[in-house]
């Protein structure tokens, strides 16, 4: 049975989909001028972490700022870091989240297809 926080075993890749989502937002608000059409993806990546962050404890929220992306990020766009952090949380078995991260779930694949499609 599902509780109503997310398992500890998946905690980490949680945390590296926040990282990932966070990364996307920063470089889309930093890009604007250069790449106007990826600004809603971040817009959308942003409003994703935050509804991801919600579901961690005060303890694991307090960690989030040690969490890296990988250093091959750094030559992403948006639209790869999206679909990277969707990729990452397809590493988790959905019984380790609480019903709650449905939502969150289902708004990144939205955000993916939205990457990928355009």
């Given at each position: 049975?599902?509780?109503?926080?997310?398992?500890?075993?998946?905690?980490?890749?949680?945390m590296?989909?926040?990282?990932?989502?966070?990364?996307?937002?920063?470089?889309?608000?930093?890009?604007?001028?250069?790449?106007?059409?990826?600004?809603?993806?971040?817009?959308g990546?942003e409003?994703?972490?935050?509804?991801?962050?919600?579901?961690?404890?005060?303890?694991?929220?307090?960690?989030l700022?040690?969490?890296?992306?990988?250093?091959?990020?750094?030559?992403?766009?948006?639209?790869?870091?999206?679909v990277e952090?969707?990729?990452?949380?397809?590493?988790v078995?959905?019984d380790?989240?609480?019903?709650?991260?449905?939502?969150?779930?289902?708004?990144?694949?939205?955000l993916?297809?939205?990457?990928?499609?355009g």
């Amino acid at each position: 049975m599902r509780t109503q926080a997310i398992h500890k075993q998946a905690v980490p890749v949680w945390m590296e989909v926040i990282a990932l989502l966070t990364e996307a937002a920063d470089l889309g608000s930093t890009q604007i001028g250069r790449r106007p059409e990826e600004h809603s993806l971040a817009l959308g990546a942003e409003l994703v972490a935050g509804k991801a962050v919600g579901l961690l404890e005060e303890a694991d929220r307090a960690r989030l700022d040690n969490v890296s992306v990988p250093a091959a990020a750094a030559a992403w766009s948006v639209p790869d870091l999206v679909v990277e952090a969707e990729r990452v949380l397809r590493g988790v078995s959905f019984d380790l989240l609480p019903p709650r991260a449905s939502e969150v779930v289902i708004d990144l694949l939205d955000l993916a297809w939205e990457a990928r499609h355009g």
